[in-house]
């Protein structure tokens, strides 16, 4: 048997246990200052996550009951940070993209009324009538 397995508890002693409101609370402080993790606290006293949640909603400061909060961590904080920039350069990009097009179409119809032509591609035309057939090799 290892040294690590030596000191695992069996399922039994870990429902027998009780921790002290002390203890409860110092974790609770220690997850809200970011000094430790759930995850860190749930392998540290080998309980379930509800059971440290439990804690939290119990003893923390910024867990009041009926309400959620919502963590997210700073890298995804940075990433949506980075996607609404992205997101903003690519609406300016369309919104020029559609003045263009709007000023081409504008322009084209000027010219068809001062030249009186038609400029714009007509569907379902045949070729003109001076093209001929190409040559083959």
């Known amino acids: 048997m290892g040294k690590t397995e030596s ?8 429902h027998r246990r009780r921790f002290s409101e002390s203890i409860k609370r110092k974790k609770v402080l220690e997850i809200e200052q970011k000094l430790t993790t759930v995850s860190q606290v749930c392998k540290e006293y080998e309980v379930a996550q509800v059971t440290v949640y439990r804690w939290l909603s119990r003893y923390g400061s910024s867990y009041q009951k009926g309400e959620f909060m919502i963590v997210e961590s700073e890298s995804d904080t940075r990433k949506l940070i980075e996607l609404g920039r992205q997101k903003a350069e690519l609406e300016r990009i369309i919104g020029q ?6 000023f081409l179409n504008k322009m084209i119809d000027l ?27």
């Open 7 to 14: 000191f695992k508890m069996s399922r039994l002693e870990r």
């Open 97 to 102: 993209k559609q003045i263009q097009i709007d």
């Open 111 to 137: 010219a068809e009324e001062d030249y009186q032509i038609d400029i714009k591609k007509k569907f379902n035309t045949g070729p003109f009538s001076g093209s001929g057939k190409t040559k083959t090799k």
